[in-house]
């Protein structure tokens, strides 16, 4: 019989995948750093393996996140509610992080505006605003 994650399990293994993309650091350098394999890294990331109390003590500061930024947006939160999609899903992706970054460094506020104005427009098939 097949157990599908939990979906807290999956939630905070996401945003563990998320952090440590966005930091840049690999599964094995992360591993190395919380004296666990890369394959538990991954169980992690996948919410197949729960991560204990004081494993997530040690990612947290490992990737220095507070430990309170891998429930943000749970399932069954206040702030989930009012998220439509599970942004920490979506981010999951290199792309997603590379643009991201990349959007971060944009400084000018209506640029950022046409960025978005430009993705917007790219999903609903319509031409971008001029």
């Given amino acids: 019989m097949s157990r599908s994650p939990d ?8 945003r563990l995948r ?5 930091l840049g650091v690999s599964q094995e350098k992360l591993a190395a750093q919380v004296g666990v394999t890369f394959q538990q890294i991954q169980k992690y990331e996948k919410g197949q393996n729960r991560i204990g109390a004081s494993r997530l003590l040690q990612l947290s ?3 220095s996140a507070p430990v ?3 429930f943000e947006g749970a399932p069954g939160s206040a702030a989930d509610a009012a998220t439509a999609p599970d942004v920490a ?8 992080v590379q643009l991201a970054t990349a959007f971060a460094q944009v400084a000018d ?15 609903s098939g319509a031409a971008p605003p001029k």
């Fill in 7 to 14: 979906p807290i399990d999956a939630h905070v293994g996401a």
């Fill in 18 to 22: 998320l952090r440590r993309m966005m």
């Fill in 61 to 63: 500061r490992a990737l």
């Fill in 68 to 70: 309170g930024y891998f």
């Fill in 89 to 96: 899903s979506l981010l999951a992706t290199p792309e997603a």
């Fill in 109 to 123: 506020a209506a640029t950022r505006r046409r960025i978005v104005d430009l993705v917007q427009a790219l999903v």
